[in-house]
């Protein structure tokens, strides 16, 4: 006669399993955050024993959870993907378009200056990986589509001048303002303000 496995027996093996899970994923994320606060101190390319000791696991057990070290870049440049994706997409509730330029300026400036340690990692990295590279290509396409929403037709179809906003509103301009040329906050928005008003002018023919 064959005997009916107790309750007991059947839940055990099922709670291990899901307490292997669980430790696996807070191990996984104790290894993102390493990463994420290294490249905030500026740490633009930390190594696997950086990031062994930050979050104080053995060196195996950061590559048993990434492949390699491209491959935990790669997911941190994901997370910071959809941090951008929100903030480009806020709704603006000003009025005029060009009201509504300035307002997604100021929102863009808040943004890069936050995520500068990450994007100035993600381009470390993006010659190496294809990955990271077609992610920093989505995030232009996504500001030309934020770009495109708030300008008038007129200027969405005038190419020189739009693609010279887009350059404008980047964040490499933005990088390159704030570390390069030593520009205050208040300062490199000023800047790209008077490259913004002298571009959307209207022409004189």
């Not at 055990?12 to 807070?26: H, M, N, V, Y």
């Not at 930390?46 to 990434?66: I, M, N, Q, W, Y």
Request: charged letters at 25%.
């Amino acid at each position: 006669m064959t005997k009916t496995p107790s309750p007991e027996s059947t839940t055990a093996p099922l709670k291990q399993r899901d307490g292997r899970r669980s430790r696996t994923i807070e191990t996984r994320k104790r290894i993102v955050r390493a990463v994420t606060k290294l490249v905030q101190e500026g740490k633009v390319s930390p190594t696997a024993e950086e990031v062994s000791a930050r979050a104080d696991v053995g060196l195996r057990t950061v590559f048993r959870h990434f492949d390699d070290m491209d491959s935990l870049y790669q997911e941190i440049d994901q997370e910071l993907g959809i941090s951008v994706a929100l903030m480009l997409q806020m709704i603006m509730k000003a009025d005029t378009w060009q009201e509504r330029l300035m307002e997604n300026i100021e929102v863009r400036c808040q943004l890069y200056d936050s995520i500068t340690p990450f994007l100035i990692s993600g381009q470390v990295h993006r010659h190496n990986s294809a990955l990271v590279d077609s992610r920093f290509q989505r995030k232009v396409e996504l500001e030309r589509a934020v770009l495109q929403h708030i300008l008038p037709k007129s200027l969405q179809e005038d190419t020189p001048r739009f693609e010279a906003l887009l350059m404008m509103l980047s964040p490499e301009a933005w990088i390159r303002l704030r570390r390069d040329q030593g520009l205050s906050s208040e300062a490199a928005i000023a800047a790209i303000h008077v490259g913004i008003h002298a571009v959307i002018a209207p022409q004189k023919t």
